[in-house]
């Protein structure tokens, strides 16, 4: 089975500054797609960025951006510029590949994002 | 409007109590799911559905039960409700294709007293 690992329950970082999420995963698959999703206080699951195993490049949404290591199986979030409405509950998750879609997404527990003024 | 909705959007109930939360989307997305969430431990997949014909188990479905009503419609059941039930459940869809990205409702905050 798979497993996802998000070693930091919680950062904090200052307004404007950079941080970096940290994501592991474990899985025998060469095929699959990993993704970050956004937990604000409203509860809403908003999806930030996503990426296929079979690209190497990272993938990158406006402030958003990812470092995809997939020997070392990781799968690391950089937020650039941190705004107040980064603040929220982030969370990595990974699917299966082709033909395994509806299986579901696996989560990791979560990294808590403190934005500090 | 919401593409996917979820109802209730809040509950409250009691031990042994039977309870249905409801998921409608107007995405035209083919498949469902619907995933729990506890303090620390992120999401958790208890059902999914490919269509209306399909339904499969996930990683926690014990004590749940659910119903594909229509292409848009997935309905979560607990028979007879829990304490450790207690939870925020969240439903998904997705279109069948390379990326098959979820997209989630609002979430359904269960208490079980």
């Known amino acids: 089975a798979q497993t996802v690992t998000q070693s930091q329950p919680e950062m904090s970082v200052q307004e404007a500054e950079t941080v970096t999420l940290s994501c592991t995963y474990d899985?025998?698959?060469?095929?699959?797609?990993l993704f970050w999703y956004k937990q604000p206080p409203s509860r809403q699951m908003i999806l930030v960025i996503r990426?296929?195993?079979?690209?190497?490049q990272n993938a990158t949404e406006n402030r958003f951006s990812v470092n995809f290591q997939k020997a070392a199986k990781s799968f690391s979030l950089k937020i650039s510029d941190s705004q107040l409405g980064d603040a929220a509950m982030y969370f990595c998750?990974?699917?299966?590949?082709?033909?395994?879609?509806?299986?579901?997404?696996?989560f990791g527990k979560g990294t808590h994002l403190i934005i500090q003024p | 409007d919401a593409d996917v909705t979820q109802t209730p959007r809040n509950r409250i109930t009691k031990t042994g109590k039977r309870i249905m939360l409801e998921c409608s989307q107007t995405?035209?997305?083919?498949?469902m799911y619907w995933y729990r969430q506890d303090p620390g431990l992120g999401l958790r997949l208890i059902y999914y559905?490919?269509?209306?014909?399909?339904?499969n188990k996930g990683e926690i479905s014990d004590g749940y039960s659910v119903s594909r009503q229509a292409q848009a419609k997935f309905s979560l059941s607990l028979e007879s409700a829990i304490p450790n039930q207690t939870a925020l459940y969240f439903c998904?869809?997705?279109?069948?294709?390379?990326?098959?990205?979820?997209?989630f409702g609002p979430g359904t905050r269960l208490t079980v007293l």
């Open positions: 998904a869809t997705s279109r069948q294709g390379v990326w098959d990205t979820q997209y």
């Open positions: 899985t025998s698959e060469s095929d699959y797609y």
């Open positions: 990426q296929e195993a079979y690209k190497q």
């Open positions: 998750a990974y699917r299966r590949g082709r033909g395994g879609g509806a299986d579901g997404l696996t």
């Open positions: 995405k035209g997305h083919d498949r």
């Open positions: 559905s490919f269509d209306v014909k399909d339904i």
